[in-house]
Every structure is written in C-alpha cells, then in structure tokens.
C-alpha cells in the first residue's frame, strides 16, 4: 500500500522488522473498525495509549473535556507545554476528520510524523506534494482512513482552492487553529493569510474550534476572539512559566568571544542562535564552522531546498547550531535544544519568550541568553514605526520598549515575564541572572542627587545618553550652550559614562526615575524623586556582583554509559524510520530509563513517552539494552523511585470565571493523605474522579498505598480472576464482564497491586 514507509531500509536489517509491524496501514485498520472502543476510552486511557503520560498537564484535561462537549476554545499555554495534545487527543476520540491550520510546511511534517510513530494516522495536504500524493490522500480522507489533517490557511480559502467544498464532504469533528497569534495586527508574527480564517464557522457552524497560541498579551487575545467569530468560547490561561529555562541577559562586549565562551560548554548540545539580520546569520554561521562547531546559517531569503535541508539536519541532530532570523522555528518541535542565544535584542516581549520558549521542551535544564546592546534598540526603533498608522507604531513602540526594560531589569527577570503575560509569580525565581547573583551595594545618595537634580535641570526633556553627557560636563556639540551654563554641567565628570548609564538604568529599575515610551524616550522625575533631592532617603547602588553556578534540582543519579548507548539505538531506528530522532523517543524518556533502569515491559510502561503504540514499536529494542547493562554492572530496578514532577498551579478563565487547578498525580496523593476521599479531591481539582482514582493508582504500584484503601477485600479476587482471564490490554472488556458494580478505578487499583507483587 502506498501509505507504507518508503524507507525501510536494507533487508539485512533484520534486527529491525518487527518495528514495522505496526505499519501506518495497519494503523489505518485499526481506527477504521474499532471506532466504538475509542469513543468509550476516557481521555487518560488515550493520553497513556498513544502518548505514554499517566496525567494531564495545565490545563489539557479540561480543554479536551470542553471540546468533546463540542465547545469552542481560546487555549493560551506555554511553548512546550503540551498544546498539540489539546486536539491531537480529541481527534482519536471523536468521530470524523480533525482538520489543523498550520503555518508551515516543516511543523505539519513534524507533527505528521510524531502522530504516526504514535499510532496515530495523520497526512498534511501542502505545496510540497505531487499531484499523484493528494489524489492518493483525498481517497483516504473519503475513506475516513485519517484523523487529523494538516492545513496551510491558504489552502483553504485561496483564490482558485476547492478544498473547502470537498472538506464540507467529510465528516469534520474538530478545527484546531494553531499559532493562532497569526490572525492579529497586535501580534509579534501576524500573517495575513490567517485573517481568512474567519470564515471557518460561517463554513462550519456547528464543529467546534479550537484556537492555540504560546504568546499574546490582552491586545491579541482580543483580536484573536474577535476576528476568529467564536461563539461563547472557554478560555484557558495556563501558567506561562518555564520552570526549566534558566534566563540571562549581559552586556554586548566582543560577541562572539562571549558566544564562545557560552558554547565551549555545550559543544554537545543542540542550540539556535538568533540574529537581526539575514547577512549577521551567514557571517556567524561561517565564524562558527572556522570554530569546529557544527553550524549553519537560516534566513528567509535562503532557497527553499536549502532551507528544507538545513531544517532537516538540525531535527536529526546532524548540524548542532542554527545561527537563524525569526524566520526560522515558528512551531519547530525538537525537544532536545539545550539552549537559545540572542545575539540581538529581540523586537518585542512575545517574541522573545516565544524563541526562548523553543529551548527545553523535554523539560530538562536549559539556557536562554540574550547579549543587549543599547544600539539594539535604536535600530529596531525604524522598525516599529508603521508608515501612515500612528496607533499601530505607538503598540509597536510601547513593546520595544518593555523588551529594552526587560534587558535593563535589575530584578528577577522571570517575574517580569511571567507579569507581562497577567501572571504573578514570588520575586525570586532562583534560575536567573538576577536571582542568582550575589550584590555587594554602597551608599549612591550623591550620585543618586546629580543625576535626579541634572535631569531635573533639564526639564526633562531629553533621553540618557544626552543626560548621562551633560553630567560629565562633554565638549560635544550637541550638548546646548544654554546647558553649559547650569551650575549641575560636568558634577559627574569623576564617573565613567559606562558607570552612569549603569546608573540610570539601577535608578530607573528601583522607581526613582522614569523613561517614557515615546519613538524618542526621554528621562523623566517620579513621586520618589523628590525625597531623594532633599536628602530624606538613602539610596544604595551596586558596586560589584558575584555570580553564582545555576544548580539544578536535585534527582537520582542517571547511569551516563547506558545513556549515550540508548541515543544510538534510538539514532539507528530513527535512521530506518526515516524521522528525526526526538520523534522515537525523547531525551527525557532516553534519562528516564537510565535513571529508573526499567527491567520488563510493565515497568517501561511507566516511562513517560511510553504509550501502548511504543511500547509495542520499540520496547524490546531499548529494554534489553538496560537489563544487559544492569546485568553488567549489578544494578537493579529504580522504578519504585519514579515520583511525578510537581507542576505550578494554572490559572484558567471560564466564561469569565477563574478555576485554579493543579495537574500532578503528586497534588491528588497530598490531598488523599491529608484525609480528602477521591470526590472531594476531584471537586477541588476540577477532575473527573476516574482521573483521581488513576493518580493513586500509581501510589499502589509504588507501596504509597495499600489497595484495601481504594478498593474492598470482596471486590479484590474477582478483579483478579478477571484480569488473569483477559489480560490487561484494555479495560473496557474487562468493565464488562465485572459489571456496574465495579469502577474503572478500582480495576486500575488491582492492576497496579499485581503489577507491584509480578503477578503481571
């Protein structure tokens, strides 16, 4: 059959032929007569079967809930936090096709790829296919032999497209528009091509909409809602931070030896550094290579080809570093970057936190550094300005200048992110520059009075640089004579011009001065200037500062040989699948297994990344690497070790309502033992009890707790027989037999205690 894998590799790769046995045709066959099993799988079920995770993060859970109940949702998570799994997972459970608007091509083929290796049967229909291919794909689409289809929002309102009409044909359950930031004037990557999406429910009145995006302020969200017509939509708002992404900005002196220093430490780590303009990328690209690293260069206006290439080797970790515009990594889904470098400063707030968001979606320790140069901003100033709209430039201007804020900060840089985005969050994050410098501090009251008096000489009506010159009494022409006259001309000549910037800046940070957000930003007074200039407040400044190494939080020591020899298998299967690697498996799966050291499949079963379809595709092939090795070494299973992270709490907006809710099988355990029964803590959480009961029922497995407390003696042995009689593949059988009288989660709860006593 035409959707089997082309690239098999050579037949005396016997070794791997049993990996194929789940062919995307099989796949096919699979969904095509067993829809009534999926539309009784509860969402768990179907987030452990295809995706491997044992409980929701943010706010997955409710959303999915929303959209089976056929309800339109604003979703605004984090970059890496899991918004695909928001309609990928809905998809399996509703009947019909779920169409997916994307804004590239190499995000479609990604996400393609990974729902594949996932069980899942999805196509993206783009520019790049042949004729023969979407002929070959509109066969199965009338056949309801896929799921999900992915979309360029062009595709479907073009000028001489048809698709709409043939789409209409179809039985659509679900519309999910992603990076939906796209359709607003406000956004840091409006696209015009999204405003055609407004026409989506006058085609589709009655299939639900789901609208994604990682970045918008209140300004985009507005628009977002308003331009996308959706009717009486849930909004989700989950918590922006990205606990594992330690943020640093320094003074731009001597770049690129400043880069050197930074990648000399993570020579084996993936990285994107991203620059202003096309011709800087090339030119460091080259300055890289000359290094030894391996480098390449990413802009728009490279050829196609070219660019597909390069993309390509960045995803199978063939070229390490991507020295890239913004053109580069809307939606690129590599899990393993270890680091984003801004070598300029980025335009805006969204932006910066969207490229930034791009490193560590695995969710293990990872650096986003920014060089700042005061001249950055100045050159992006003509950029923001929008000829002949005076409105859009002043938005345009106002976020520039809250990134220039943000360079300058001197305060915890992830609280200042975190609140841009309506969030609160402690004033030290711990994994920042800020939090985790050391600050030895003087008495500045002085040099706090000249500049406060020198600014209020005059009338402040002019920016720092222009201040900070007046102070050291400069013979240059721009200062005016008139100027050369006041008694405060040259009071600061003894400092440095490098130190008063520095100064202004610290001033400006702890409120005694302020800038104004105009296209040329003058320096202004404040209400706290005024105690200052008559002596009634101290004021302390910084003298020098010790920084110290960001030490990540403690966990179990991982075995680094079984490690690296689990990144070549996974390499080897990727090569024969013909997929970037972080699609078998991701990083943290990878460190999950050498740190836990899994000993049978029951056990892999509870690595997260090990779905049903996985776990099928490649168990074997990683576990006997693992029990070979423990074997060696005289080492045993960890897996009564695995505790679930704990996540920050969410922050959701319903109908105008908020609904804080947390997402760790952790948080339910606390609460049980605290003395809450399962229908309490499932109305505190905002969960369904079934989800509760499958959180403790990891707590069994683990000998947290005792399975009498969730599940009667009488109750125990029949669930036993019948587990022993048909196996524990799925649970839906299984309720049958058992009848009403028996839940869902006291069939998990037995499960787990077998599985802890090697019953199963």
């Not at 659509?172 to 939906?180: F, G, K, N």
């Amino acid at each position: 059959m035409d959707c089997v894998n082309a690239n098999l590799g050579k037949k005396s790769d016997f070794k791997y032929l049993h990996i194929r046995t789940f062919t995307i045709c099989t796949l096919i066959r699979t969904f095509a007569h067993h829809k009534s099993a999926h539309q009784q799988m509860e969402p768990v079920q179907a987030l452990q079967k295809y995706f491997g995770y044992s409980a929701f993060r943010h706010e997955q859970e409710a959303i999915i809930n929303h959209i089976l109940n056929k309800k339109d949702v604003l979703a605004l998570m984090p970059t890496g936090g899991g918004k695909s799994l928001c309609y990928q997972l809905p998809a399996v459970l509703l009947e019909g096709l779920t169409i997916v608007i994307s804004p590239l091509i190499a995000l479609m083929k990604d996400q393609v790829d990974s729902l594949n290796v996932n069980g899942i049967p999805a196509a993206f229909y783009n520019s790049s296919q042949s004729n023969q291919e979407q002929i070959q794909l509109t066969t199965k689409l009338r056949n309801n032999q896929i799921r999900l289809l992915y979309l360029a929002p062009e595709r479907l309102f073009g000028n001489e497209s048809k698709l709409i009409g043939f789409l209409k044909t179809l039985p659509v359950s679900l519309i999910a528009i992603d990076e939906a930031h796209c359709i607003s004037h406000w956004g840091h990557d409006f696209r015009p091509e999204y405003l055609m999406l407004a026409g989506l429910k006058l085609e589709f009145p009655n299939v639900p909409v789901i609208a994604l995006t990682a970045t918008a302020d209140k300004l985009t969200k507005k628009d977002i809602l308003e331009k996308l017509n959706l009717k009486d939509p849930a909004i989700f708002v989950s918590s922006f931070n990205r606990a594992n992404i330690t943020y640093r900005v320094i003074p731009k002196r001597k770049s690129f030896d400043q880069l050197l220093t930074f990648l000399d430490e993570r020579k084996d780590d993936s990285g994107i550094i991203y620059c202003l303009s096309r011709k800087s990328t090339e030119a460091l690209a080259a300055d890289l290579k000359e290094e030894g690293f391996a480098a390449a260069a990413y802009h728009a206006g490279l050829d196609n080809a070219l660019k597909a290439r390069t993309q390509e080797a960045f995803l199978r970790d063939e070229v390490k570093i991507i020295v890239a515009t913004i053109a580069f990594g809307m939606g690129i889904n590599k899990s393993n970057v270890r680091y984003v470098v801004h070598v300029d400063m980025p335009k805006n707030i969204e932006g910066y936190y969207q490229e930034t968001g791009r490193a560590g979606r695995d969710g293990l320790p990872s650096d986003a550094l920014l060089l700042y140069s005061p001249g950055d901003a100045s050159k992006l100033k003509q950029f923001a300005m929008i000829e002949d709209n005076p409105e859009q430039s002043r938005i345009m201007l106002k976020k520039l200048d809250d990134m220039v804020h943000y360079c300058q900060l001197h305060a915890c840089r992830r609280q200042y992110l975190l609140k841009y985005f309506d969030e609160d969050f402690p004033p030290n994050c711990g994994s920042c520059d800020f939090c985790l410098t050391e600050f030895t501090k003087f008495d500045g009251t002085l040099i706090a009075q000249k500049a406060l008096s020198a600014v209020a000489r005059l009338k402040e009506r002019f920016g720092g640089a222009y201040v900070v010159d007046f102070l050291r009494g400069s013979k240059n022409e721009k200062i005016r004579e008139e100027h050369k006259q006041l008694k405060t001309y040259g009071i600061g000549a003894d400092i440095s011009k490098t130190d008063w910037l520095r100064y202004l800046r610290e001033l400006t940070a702890m409120g005694y001065l302020q800038v104004t957000d105009d296209a040329y930003p003058v320096i202004k007074l404040t209400n706290k200037s005024e105690a200052v200039l008559k002596g009634l407040e101290k004021v302390e400044l910084i003298a020098s500062q010790t920084t110290e190494e960001h030490q990540p939080a403690a966990a179990l020591p991982f075995e680094a040989a079984l490690l690296a020899e689990l990144k070549n298998i996974r390499r080897d299967i990727a090569l024969h699948e013909n997929v970037p690697p972080y699609i078998i498996l991701s990083d943290a799966t990878l460190l999950e297994m050498a740190t836990y050291l899994p000993q049978s499949l029951d056990e892999l079963r509870l690595i997260s990344g090990f779905g049903d379809v996985k776990l099928a595709r490649y168990g074997r092939e990683f576990l006997l690497p693992v029990k070979a090795y423990c074997a060696k070494n005289g080492l045993s299973s960890k897996i009564k070790q695995k505790v679930p992270k704990r996540e920050r709490k969410t922050k959701t907006e319903h109908s105008g309502s908020a609904n804080k809710s947390s997402d760790t099988a952790f948080e339910s355990f606390t609460l049980y033992k605290s003395g809450k029964t399962i229908a309490e803590i499932a109305v505190l959480r905002g969960l369904a009890a079934s989800t509760i009961e499958g959180h403790l029922s990891f707590y069994i497995y683990t000998g947290a707790i005792e399975l009498l407390e969730l599940v009667i003696e009488e109750k125990q042995q029949p669930i036993k027989n019948a587990v022993e009689s048909y196996g524990t593949e799925k649970l839906g059988p299984l309720k049958e037999v058992l009848g009403d009288d028996y839940s869902y989660g006291e069939i998990r709860a037995v499960i787990a205690w077998m599985r802890k006593a090697g019953m199963i």
